[in-house]
């Protein structure tokens, strides 16, 4: 069952539910991190060589982790400001686009021209693997305030948005495969569904001869098969957890 991070009322109920179960039927259970999983989910389709660097990108994570082996994390950057997700979703409140931003933005985006506005991209220090996107967010929210026509230019802007995005997810990643000398990329999360994202992360990693992998749409958003394959593993490896565990919103990997 998932222990955390995320809404602690929702934890606080699955993982219950998980207790119940394993009392009623005397059988073992663990508390799962949300984010291993979410680094572990390609394993629901392929079988991927270790080691891999791994983005994990969601409504409420950017995250950068070299994964080394199973149970085998190291961090390597996050987002300062705002997660990947959070800054679609606070754009397209901006934009009248509705929720969530991520799906509606990356939809208009494919009618619009990339290089018809340009948006800032931040830059971390030299050696850093970091994200930050409240800059960006900022950027279109005085674009749209100083031009009263701007709905005309809907898709143009929800375009330019996402390449700044993009180039802000796939330059960090690349430089940290370079830089540990990984051959392999894994995007996670719900933004890992993007299009986008996905289609830039094939181009440039094939072009520095790596190899990019990553789940099906239905499984980069959290889901329980993710959890499921994670306790497996868990499992497998002797680990149990007592009827004392509980759930932790802000719990780290």
Known sequence: ATRGPGLVG???????????????????????????????????EREIPFP?????????????????????????????????????????????????????IDQLARSGNPKAVSFPRSRMKQGSFDFSFSGLK???????????????????????????????LVAPTLRAARGLSVSRVILAGGVAANSRLRERMVQETQEEGMEVYFPSPSLCTDNAAMIALTGYHWLKRGRRDDFGLNADADLTL
């Open 10 to 44: 929702s934890l606080l109920v699955g993982l219950s539910v998980a207790k119940g179960i394993s009392f009623r039927w005397g059988i073992p259970y663990v508390g799962i991190n949300h984010l291993e999983a979410h680094l572990l989910a390609i394993f629901l």
């Open 52 to 104: 891999y660097i791994a983005l994990l990108a969601s409504g409420g994570h950017t995250l950068l982790y070299l994964v080394r082996g199973f149970g085998e994390y190291l961090y390597l950057g996050g987002t300062r400001d705002d997660a990947a997700g959070e800054a679609y979703d606070k754009v397209a409140k901006m934009m009248g686009l509705g929720y969530p931003g991520g799906k509606v």
């Open 138 to 168: 900022t950027a279109v929210w005085h674009y749209l305030k100083a031009r009263s026509k701007w709905e005309s230019q809907k898709a143009d802007i929800a375009a330019g948005f996402q390449e700044a995005v993009v180039d802000m």
